[in-house]
């Protein structure tokens, strides 16, 4: 096994519920000492000591039923949150897969659209001019490069901001479920240029509920439930342990 | 360390470029929006003081316009930048970017169109047969930097904490409603009575819009003023600051 890229030690997650005070300046001015009260023991546990390693070039699959903890595991891998316990490492320049297209402005063209975002993940201008013509080409929208966004379709959307990414050469790639949409010649093609990167060693953390995407390409799938640590393991094993317990109805007491 | 500036660089230039280019999109007149809209007001405003209160000033558009338009500045970028985290609450939440440029790109897109009005004040200034004096050479950039440091700092602590008290969005348009009669833009601040006239040491928008005014009018600065306002920037780029640095990180929890 490589060294490790991404390493969870013993990591907790709580989110102070701050529906306390959004939208309620005059109560939390008013009741001040009570407010900050509320604030500072109303939480909601998303992740419980969980613990687990990526190596590098690695493909890690994450399942586990909504609500989970799922993308809670991706935002602290990504630094968008930062934990409340325990120690995160991560080496590597990390891409996150947006929400295809949920970064674009729809007022900005699609050309545009591709800097912006493009940038916004952390890379410069030069850069990009010199990717165009492949992104272009990867998302293959036509004529409407020069339009609005907001006069896309959802697939060609969805296109626009899968081609941004996969031109990019990530380090690390987070997905988080968003092979979805668009239709089946699509995700095939984003289904191959994710394969083509696991094969140029591209660490890839896959979150999905399709389990037969997570059993074509990852290695190893980590299973989270209950906000902790299920299983985690060779794809197979953690697969069929997880298809067993999603079949049985849920106990009535 | 070079690598990261020129990334900077170009994160900042695309934001603002994303806010100029949303803004006008839609509109024939692009950018001329940006001056009929101080215009219009200018033109309320002398219909108010002038025509009908009859203030005894001489060149009163001109006097107006002086203030009003870095006063525009102002008011846009704070009532523009108390949203600006609420709308990009996708890209936060996904993304680990440097975000506190998001709130600098309001400001600085705001400092463009007053940049680009700047031309309708010398062209005033022609039509009045005021000289155009050597002090603009390092007048401008001098009251530019303060008034950038200012805005920045202001509108980041801004932007951060509506995220977390949404009634601020409401709060901030009241209060630039009030500052904007607080502030010598349709008066002079020789109007100010005697002994109320040290408060405008409390106003930073005073201080600089003050000095915008004698700049442009009659080449000169107003020491103190120029002295306290510097201060104000320096003050509200640390504050800002260190409010972002402390909420930042809740921004993907809470948005």
Known sequence: ?????????????????????????????????????????????????????????????????????????????????????????????????????????PDLTGRENIILNAVLLGHTRKNIYKKMDEIIEFASVGDFLEEPVRVYSGGMTARLGFAVVACLEPEILLIDEVL?????DFRKKCFDKMLAFKKSG???????????????????????????????GPTKDVL?????????????? | MIAQLRYYIDLITVLTQKELKA?????????????????AFAGVLYIAFKVIIKIPM???????????????????????????????????????????????????????????????????????????????????????SIQLFILYGFCLALSSLTLFFRDLERLALIFIMLLFYFTPIAYSEQM??????????LNPAALVIINWRHLFLDGTLVPGYL?????????????????YKKLSWKFAEIV
């Open chain 2, 192 to 201: 100010i009575p005697e002994g109320y006239r040290h408060l405008i040491y």
């Open chain 1, 1 to 105: 096994m490589n060294e490790p890229v991404i390493m969870f030690d013993r990591v907790g997650k709580t989110y102070p519920l701050y529906h306390h005070i959004v939208g309620g300046f005059k109560h939390f001015i008013f009741n001040l000492p009570e407010a900050i009260r509320l604030l500072k023991n109303a939480k909601y546990e998303a992740l419980k000591e969980i613990s687990f390693e990526v190596a590098r070039g690695e493909t890690l699959g994450v399942i586990g039923r909504n609500g989970a903890g799922k993308s809670t595991t991706l935002g602290l891998i990504s630094g968008v949150l930062r934990p409340t316990c325990g120690r995160i490492m991560v080496k590597g320049k990390i891409l996150p897969l947006l929400d295809l297209g949920a970064g674009f402005h």
């Open chain 2, 58 to 144: 001489e060149e009163y558009p001109l006097f107006v316009i002086t203030g009003l338009f870095p006063w525009q500045w102002f008011s846009n970028s704070v009532s523009s930048s108390s949203v600006v985290f609420l709308r990009n609450t996708t890209i936060i939440k996904k993304v680990n970017f440097t975000r506190n440029f998001l709130p600098l790109s309001v400001v600085i897109n705001d400092l463009l169109h007053f940049v680009f009005s700047v031309p309708i004040i010398m062209l005033l200034l022609i039509y009045y047969k005021k000289p155009l004096t050597p002090a603009l050479l390092y007048g401008l950039p001098l009251l530019f």
């Open chain 2, 23 to 39: 803004r006008y999109k839609n509109s024939f007149l692009g950018y001329l929006w940006s001056i009929a809209n101080p215009l």
């Open chain 1, 202 to 232: 591209v660490t890839i953390v896959f979150v999905s509920h399709i389990l037969e995407d997570i059993a074509k390409i990852c290695d190893r799938v980590l299973w989270v439930e209950n906000h902790s640590v299920k299983m985690i």
């Open chain 1, 180 to 184: 979805g949409v668009g239709d089946i």
């Open chain 2, 227 to 243: 002295f306290a306002s510097f201060m104000y920037g320096l003050l509200s780029w640390l504050v800002g600051e260190w409010i």
């Open chain 1, 240 to 253: 069929e342990a997880y298809q067993r317990t999603s079949e049985k109805p849920a106990k009535i007491h």
